[in-house]
Every structure is written in C-alpha cells, then in structure tokens.
Nanobody, 122 residues
Framework: QLQFVYSGGGLMQDGGSLRLSCAAS????????VGWFRQVPGQRHEAIGC????????YYADSVKGRFTISRDNAKNTAFLQMRTLKPEDTSVYYC???????????????WGQGTQVTVSS
C-alpha cells in the first residue's frame, strides 16, 4: 500500500518541541514535493508548509513561520517536521502528502496515511 507512515507525535506542554517524521512506504520520496497539513476533526485540512523535490525549497504558513521547519532525507525516504515553541492551538492531527509540486491545496496530494496526533497542553 502506498502511504506515509508516521512517528513522533504525542503530548507536549505549551512552549515545547516535537519532531514528526513521515516515511514513504511503497514509493520513492525523491520524486515528490512533500506538503505538511493538519486537521482538527470537523474542519478542513490546514496547510502548514511544503518542501520541493527539486531543490528543497521550503514554504510555510504564517501561523507556523519561524517556529516549524520542514526537511527531508531522500536516502531514508523520509520527511520531517520540526516544531518548536508549540502552542495549544497547534493541537491537531498532522499529515504529510506527496505531490509533484508544492501547493497549499490539500486535494492535490496523495499517500496521506493515518497521520499523527499532536496535543499541546496549556
């Protein structure tokens, strides 16, 4: 099955840090841009940022700019989301998706997988 497999989610206090990983399973990540999204139940996916396949250029939503960092290790077929200075409003299920290019539109991405829960307590 083609999907991302996640690790690194959990419970963190306000102001803490977490690093999420999404490993590509069944496909080669080097061919794709990777977008990170989050979703609170009942709401639409919120785009957090993206890293391109060509030159690792990154893009971030204003809500996370300066706090979150996206990176990738193609040799490990894995992308990462380093989250710092976490806030309670960052509480959500986090997903990554694969696309040929970076876009903030969730519908264009594939291979989401189950996502990982991040909970930030105040």
């Amino acid at each position: 099955q083609l999907q991302f497999v996640y690790s690194g989610g959990g419970l963190m206090q306000d102001g803490g840090s977490l690093r999420l990983s999404c490993a590509a399973s069944g496909f080669t990540l080097v061919d794709y841009a990777v977008g990170w999204f989050r979703q609170v139940p009942g709401q639409r996916h919120e785009a957090i940022g993206c890293i391109t396949s060509s030159d690792d250029t990154t893009y971030y939503a204003d809500s996370v700019k300066g706090r979150f960092t996206i990176s990738r290790d193609n040799a490990k077929n894995t992308a990462f989301l380093q989250m710092r200075t976490l806030k309670p409003e960052d509480t959500s299920v986090y997903y990554c998706g694969a696309h040929k290019y970076c876009t903030a539109i969730a519908g264009g991405y594939d291979y989401w997988g189950q996502g990982t829960q991040v909970t930030v307590s105040s």
